[in-house]
């Protein structure tokens, strides 16, 4: 129960349904690239340095969600969802990695390269059981 509280509140930023995210939970990790609207520009170079890397991500079990003050978009979907909640207070840039455990590992104002994500990602002991049960297979 701590664990899920505690993922409800590192995510309390994202003005999505808390729900979007908890079903991710010990399935897939997430990075969540935050800003005020779809334009940004640091946003768009996250996405795109990420969306070079899909094959990487898809072994990391990562999936990406690109929320704004107005909805968000899943894996570089161009549907955009609209946000259950209007009250939300994005305003600038940020991108977050969180992990099977649904607790905030990483989070960074600034623009990040892949490897950064993936370096964090092949330290834990969880991706470290995977790749050993890949080996083993």
């Known amino acids: 129960m701590k664990i899920i509280v505690l993922f409800l509140i ?24 935050s ?20 094959a990487a991500l898809k072994d990391r079990k990562l999936i990406v969600y690109h929320v704004t003050n107005s909805g968000y978009t899943v894996d570089f ?3 955009i969802k609209i ?23 990483f989070r960074a104002t600034d623009i ?6 993936f370096d964090l990602i092949d330290a834990m002991p969880m991706r470290r059981a995977e790749i050993k049960n890949k080996k083993d297979e």
Not at 35 to 47: E, I, K, W
Not at 112 to 117: I, L, M, S
Request: charged fraction near 25%.
């Open 77 to 79: 979907d161009e549907d």
């Open 10 to 33: 590192a995510l309390s930023f994202v003005p999505m349904k808390a729900q979007d995210l908890r079903k991710h939970q010990w399935k897939q990790r997430i990075i969540v690239v």
């Open 35 to 54: 800003s005020p609207d779809f334009g940004n520009t640091q946003a768009r170079q996250q996405l795109e340095v990420l969306q070079n890397e899909l």
């Open 112 to 117: 990040q390269k892949a490897e950064k994500f």
């Open 83 to 105: 946000s259950a909640n209007k009250v939300s207070a994005i305003s600038s840039f940020q991108v977050v990695l969180i992990g099977l455990d649904g607790g905030e590992k």
